[in-house]
C-alpha cells in the first residue's frame, strides 16, 4: 500500500478526515505498521496501552468481565479511552492475526489538541461510559433471573392427613408458624386450607373443629418445582391471583413460598432474614441467618448504604 492510499485510508475513517492537511500529514510521518498474531493480548487492566489501534485486516475482541463485549474488523479503531485516562476495565484480544495502524501514546495525545478531536473522543467516552452502565445494570438483573426457587427461603410446610381433626390440625399448623396447612388425602393428593377456608367454615360457617380438615380444604393446589425458576414463580403467583405456592421435589411438598418473601428477594433479602430470625428454633439455625445477615450488610455498604437496618437509611438510592 501506498503513502497516498494509507492517506486515503486514515482519511476515510472518522474523526481522522477532520484533521487539517498539515495535521494529517504530521499524523503519517509518525504513523506505524504492526502485526500481532491470534490470541495476542493488546490492552488489559494490568497491561498499560501503549497506542491508538486502526485495523487494517484481522478482528480484535473485547471482553468485560470474562464475556464478550464487543468485535472489531476492518477499518475499526480502539482505545482512545485506555490512552485518555490510563485505564480500561476490558480486555482487548487479537481473534483473528492483526495488521493494523499504530499512533503511539504520546503522538494520540497530540492530536486532542484540535477541538473536534477532542469533542469526539470525550463524546465517545461518554457514550461509552452510558453503554457500560447498561451492560451492569443488566448484570445486576441476571442473578434474579437464572435464580432458582431451591435458592430462596422457604416456609416449612404443614403438612396433615385429611382424616385429621380441625383442632389438630391447627394446633400442628400453631407449632410449624405456618400460615397455610397442606392436606394430603388417602390417594397421596394435596389440597389447601387457607386463612380464608378457617374464617368462611369455622367463624362464618357452622363447621366443628372437631371434623376433619379435608373437609374444608380447597382441591388442587398451585404448586412450582424447586429447581424452577424464581421469575416463574412470580409469574405464576400474578396469573393465579395468589399469595404462595407450594414447593414440590419429585411431588412430594418440601416447603411454602410466599409472595412477600419473593419480593423481598428484590431488596437483598433484608426481610427474610428477619422471618428466619423469628423462626430459628436452635443455635444452628441463628448461625446460618447470621451468615446471611453479613452478606446483606456487605451488599448494602458497596451500593453506598450506611445503617440501614438500623435506621432504614440509604445514602445512595
Do not use: W
Not at 367463624?203 to 379435608?214: A, C, F, H, M, N
Not at 411454602?256 to 444452628?284: G, P, R, T
Request: hydrophobic residues 40%; proline residues 1%.
Amino acid at each position: 500500500m501506498s503513502i497516498l492510499d494509507q492517506r486515503k485510508l486514515i482519511e476515510s475513517i472518522h474523526p481522522f478526515e477532520l484533521l487539517s492537511s498539515h495535521e494529517l500529514d504530521n499524523l503519517m510521518a509518525k504513523i506505524d505498521i504492526a502485526y500481532y498474531t491470534k490470541e495476542t493480548l493488546l490492552i488489559s487492566n494490568t497491561l498499560v496501552s501503549i497506542a491508538f489501534y486502526i485495523i487494517i485486516k484481522g478482528s480484535v475482541n473485547e471482553y468485560i468481565d470474562d464475556e464478550l463485549h464487543n468485535v472489531y474488523g476492518e477499518g475499526d479503531s480502539f482505545d482512545a479511552d485506555a490512552l485518555i485516562y490510563s485505564k480500561t476495565q476490558s480486555r482487548f484480544v487479537v481473534a483473528e492475526d492483526l495488521i493494523c495502524y499504530e499512533i503511539k501514546k504520546e503522538d494520540f495525545l497530540l492530536l486532542l489538541e484540535n477541538k473536534k478531536l477532542q469533542n469526539y473522543f470525550l463524546q465517545d467516552f461518554v457514550s461509552r461510559h452510558q453503554k457500560l452502565k447498561e451492560y451492569e445494570n443488566q448484570g445486576k438483573l441476571t442473578p434474579f433471573l437464572l435464580s432458582k426457587v431451591s435458592d430462596i427461603y422457604l416456609h416449612n410446610a404443614c403438612i396433615v392427613k385429611s382424616s385429621t381433626s380441625i383442632i389438630t390440625a391447627l394446633e400442628k399448623m400453631k407449632e410449624y408458624q405456618a400460615r397455610v396447612i397442606v392436606v394430603k388425602d388417602e390417594s397421596g393428593e394435596y389440597s389447601i386450607v387457607t386463612d380464608s377456608n378457617l374464617i368462611d367454615n369455622l367463624i362464618l360457617g357452622d363447621v366443628e373443629k372437631s371434623q376433619s380438615i379435608g373437609s374444608i380444604a380447597t382441591h388442587g393446589i398451585v404448586s412450582i418445582d424447586e429447581n424452577d425458576f424464581l421469575f416463574n414463580a412470580l409469574l405464576l403467583m400474578t396469573q393465579r391471583s395468589v399469595k404462595r405456592v407450594v414447593v414440590v421435589k419429585n411431588s412430594k411438598v418440601v416447603g411454602i413460598l410466599e409472595q412477600l418473601d419473593l419480593l423481598s428477594y428484590f431488596a437483598n433479602h433484608s426481610h427474610l432474614i428477619a422471618v428466619q430470625i423469628d423462626k430459628a428454633k436452635n443455635i444452628d439455625e441463628l448461625h446460618n441467618v447470621q451468615k446471611d445477615l453479613k452478606n446483606l450488610i456487605l451488599t448494602l455498604h458497596s451500593k453506598g448504604c450506611q445503617n440501614s437496618l438500623y435506621h432504614k437509611t440509604c445514602l445512595n438510592t
